[in-house]
């Protein structure tokens, strides 16, 4: 990874920061992207990358963030950030908190950066995704949960298996670039992601938790997906630690449809190919 440039989001703590310091050991020059000051600093002082600050819960910080990313060109974009909220929340932007952290959020910073990402010659758009999202059940009319009843879990599946759909689209629009697009699921990771669910936090503290895996093992994926030889050969794939799998609920019509969906929503017009 010796003079690339890698861009991870949420790296401010979990697998984000271990995925971070791991391409940081490997020799890349790793911009550091997250919401805590504190802990964003922190972390790319202690692997020599550089800190961003970003809250994804609003589109115009987003948009400032890829303005102030000094970064000519960007060898491979780490969508890492997210969240999984109690309640439902709506954003500034007028969408649901949790689809438009772990979803929109992602996918305007990508489109954004895509000429960036275009000017390396092997790039990689990496996207956390979750085993999950097997049971969403995503209505594009009502991706904000405005209509259907809120539950946590299932606006976090939604998200998550937008995630993959915005792979699979993403690898089909970039073919003919130099870009490629790829979704990993970390695993039962112990991390501080679920500091906010308390039915979460308690199964980690119970003996349930001593199956949960470390940041570190969580990352792995993404450190693979990030440094496999032949990015074509996992191009619009979905991976666990256990290697490629199937993700359920796919389709490349529906992943089409939500493309156009999300660009709507996020107020851009042109494919981030073109």
């Given at each position: 990874?010796?003079?690339?440039?890698?861009?991870?989001?949420?790296?401010?703590?979990?697998?984000?920061?271990a995925a971070a310091a791991a391409l940081a050991d490997l020799g890349a020059?790793?911009?550091?992207?997250?919401?805590s000051k504190e802990k964003t600093t922190e972390v790319a002082r202690r692997i020599g990358g550089t800190p961003y600050f970003v809250d994804f819960a609003s589109l115009d910080d987003v948009r400032r963030l890829a303005d102030e990313l000094d970064c000519p060109r960007i060898d491979v974009l780490a969508n890492?950030?997210?969240?999984?909220?109690?309640?439902?929340?709506?954003?500034r932007d007028g969408h649901e908190m949790t689809f438009q952290v772990n979803h929109l959020a992602p996918f305007l910073l990508t489109s954004l950066l895509m000429d960036r990402l275009k000017a390396a010659p092997d790039a990689r758009v990496i996207s956390t995704a979750s085993a999950a999202h097997a049971f969403a059940r995503l209505d594009l009319?009502?991706?904000?949960?405005?209509?259907?009843?809120y539950r946590a879990n299932d606006a976090y599946a939604t998200s998550k298996l937008a995630n993959i759909l915005f792979t699979q689209e993403l690898a089909r629009?970039?073919?003919?670039?130099?870009?490629?697009?790829?979704?990993?699921?970390?695993?039962?990771?112990?991390?501080?992601?679920?500091?906010?669910n308390s039915f979460v936090t308690k199964v980690l503290r119970s003996?349930?938790?001593?199956?949960?895996?470390?940041?570190?093992?969580?990352?792995?994926?993404?450190?693979?997906?990030?440094?496999?030889?032949?990015?074509?050969?996992?191009?619009?794939?979905?991976?666990?630690?256990?290697?490629r799998r199937t993700p359920r609920r796919t389709n490349p019509e529906l992943?089409?449809?939500?493309?156009?969906?999300?660009?709507?929503?996020?107020?851009?017009?042109?494919?981030?190919?073109?």
């Open positions: 990874m010796h003079g690339r440039t890698v861009v991870v989001t949420g790296a401010s703590a979990g697998v984000g920061a020059n790793v911009a550091v992207v997250g919401r890492n950030a997210g969240l999984m909220n109690r309640g439902r929340q709506v954003t009319d009502d991706l904000g949960f405005g209509e259907r009843r629009r970039a073919q003919g670039t130099s870009v490629t697009a790829s979704a990993f699921h970390p695993g039962p990771v112990a991390s501080e992601f679920f500091r906010d003996p349930v938790g001593r199956f949960a895996i470390t940041p570190d093992e969580g990352a792995k994926p993404l450190v693979h997906l990030a440094t496999v030889a032949d990015a074509q050969s996992v191009n619009g794939a979905y991976f666990t630690r256990r290697g992943a089409a449809r939500l493309w156009e969906v999300s660009e709507r929503l996020v107020g851009i017009g042109d494919e981030p190919n073109r």
